[in-house]
């Protein structure tokens, strides 16, 4: 059996993050040699993530980094809130978020297989799931063009990293009202900036479906295309920012707190871990 120091086994233990005991007997089994112990580890850990494969991410972090010409955000999804709050965990969002902030990568594929240190992204995910005993993803990534943004990160809780993540681009010079609108963002949940962006067949569904269920209720013939068109209004406020009452201040719409303002948002993105 080798002789293994509790040196090395401190060195390893902080080097990957792993336990006691899978520790020692990779030193043993390697007779010692750090880098054979490191790889027997990372094989380990690697099957592990295999075995994970299938289970749900309902908790994680969302994060953002800004560039010269976009912002990044991302979606870091894990098993638990422990593993989530953890400082490895945490990191390992710095590091994804580090190495996506100039790649330009807009699609989750091209995200993963983006350099990161002696591997890529995705690798630098996969060996951490392996130290962290966990299925660890990166669940979505978006890349929000522009020359100004204010980004809202939320926490639902002190004890955990952020959970929901908005990221606004605009143009004008009132930043306290677009970070406001930010905020508004993440608690309303906007699908699209203006009614102008639903697909005119959405619009024609939702008229359909808003019709049958007046008719339903046995409406007036004469009063249908006023009850109809009132609750298409109501349909548009549910989604498109612009139409939405100002959350700070419900007797203005969203659009008229940032015409006053002289700010215009040109792109937005909302993350919630989970959802």
């Not at 580890?41 to 994060?63: F, I, M, Q, W, Y």
């Not at 890349?143 to 606004?168: N, W």
């Not at 619009?203 to 013939?221: D, F, L, M, Q, S």
């Amino acid at each position: 059996m080798a002789n293994v120091s509790l040196a090395d086994v401190k060195t390893l233990r902080e080097r990957l993050g792993t336990g006691m005991v899978d520790t020692k007997n990779a030193l043993v089994e390697a007779d010692g040699d750090l880098e054979k112990a490191t790889e027997l580890l990372r094989l380990k850990g690697a099957k592990g993530n295999a075995k994970r494969a299938d289970r749900s991410t309902s908790e994680g972090l969302v994060a953002a980094v800004q560039s010269a010409t976009a912002t990044t955000m991302i979606e870091l999804a894990c098993e638990t809130d422990f593993v989530a709050k953890s400082e490895k965990f945490v990191n390992l969002g710095e590091t994804v978020l580090a190495a996506l902030a100039d790649s330009g990568a807009e699609t989750l594929d091209a995200a993963l297989a983006v350099p990161s240190g002696s591997g890529t992204v995705g690798s630098t995910i996969d060996d951490q799931a392996a130290t962290l005993g966990e299925k660890v993803e990166l669940r979505r990534v978006v890349r929000v063009p522009g020359d100004r943004f204010e980004v809202y990160l939320h926490r639902t809780s002190k004890d955990l990293p952020p959970q929901v993540g908005v990221v606004v681009s605009y143009t004008g010079d009132d930043a306290e009202t677009a970070r406001s609108v930010a905020q508004h963002i993440a608690f309303a949940d906007p699908q699209v900036i203006s009614r102008d962006e639903v697909p005119a067949e959405q619009v024609e569904r939702e008229r359909a479906i808003v019709t049958e269920i007046a008719k339903g209720e046995g409406k007036p013939e004469a009063a249908l295309p006023k009850i109809i068109e009132g609750r298409i209004t109501g349909y548009f406020k549910q989604i498109a920012l612009l139409d939405q009452d100002y959350a700070k201040d419900n007797k203005q719409s969203v659009g008229k707190v940032l015409q006053t303002a002289g700010v215009a948002v040109t792109g937005f993105s909302r993350f919630k871990v989970g959802a």
